[in-house]
Every structure is written in C-alpha cells, then in structure tokens.
C-alpha cells in the first residue's frame, strides 16, 4: 500500500496561484505515475494533470493548459500542481492519485492509490 497526503488548498480570488502538493510513502516503489483529480459540488470527479514517475512526461485536461503546472520531487516522493490564473470554475476539491500500471493516465479506475482532497476556492 501506498499513502498519499495532499497539502496547500486554500481561499484565493480570481487570478491568483496556489501550489498544490501530495507527498507518497508506503510502498512507493510500484508507482508509476501520479495525478491530479477533482471534484466540485454537483459535478462528477474529473481528470486534472498526471505525470509518469520515470520519464517525466505530463498529461493535462484541457481546461488547465497553460495554467496549471504538474512536476514531481523524486528523492521527497512528492508531486506538485502549480495552479496559476485560477478561475471559480477551478473550486473544487482536489485529490492526489497514484497508479502502478502504464494504462490511460486521464482514468481515474485506473488509480490504485487515493489522497484524502484538499478544497480549493477560488472567489470571483
């Protein structure tokens, strides 16, 4: 098993940043890539970011491009999620996830690992 702890939502106002982090232990050696998903009221959970542990490569939903920024800390076993130009469509809660097997990043079925969500507001 894995464990993920998330940190750094918050209250901000339209246009501002927040840095999102989800720090992994347990058995992290099985992961192979970790994302970002979220869920606002009313809303099914949806696909975020993902990046894969060994090579790096990033994944982002459409609606965040060139606004959010997912990275990793290899030796912290951490993955970030740099939100800037956030938007009230952006609140939500916001769940790290990890998955062991090199299947369809954007998934969220194909997670094995779960952070408890960390709420981020964005006011107009």
């Known amino acids: 098993q894995a464990q993920l702890v998330e940190s750094g939502g918050g209250l901000v106002q339209a246009g501002d940043s927040l840095r999102l982090s989800c720090a992994a232990s347990?058995?992290?050696?099985?992961?192979?890539?970790m994302g970002w998903f979220r869920k606002a009221p009313g809303k099914e959970r949806e696909f975020v970011a993902a990046?894969?542990?060994?090579?790096?490569?990033?994944y982002y939903t459409d609606s965040v491009k060139g606004r959010f920024t997912i990275s990793r800390d290899n030796a912290k076993i951490t993955v970030f999620l740099q939100m800037n130009s956030l938007k009230p469509e952006d609140t939500a809660v916001y769940y790290c996830?990890?998955?062991?097997?090199?299947?369809?990043?954007?998934?969220?079925?194909?997670?094995?690992?779960w952070g408890q969500g960390t709420q981020v507001t964005v006011s107009s």
């Open positions: 996830a990890a998955k062991r097997v090199p299947t369809n990043p954007s998934s969220q079925y194909d997670y094995d690992y």
């Open positions: 347990g058995r992290t050696f099985s992961i192979y890539a």
């Open positions: 990046i894969s542990w060994s090579s790096g490569r990033t």
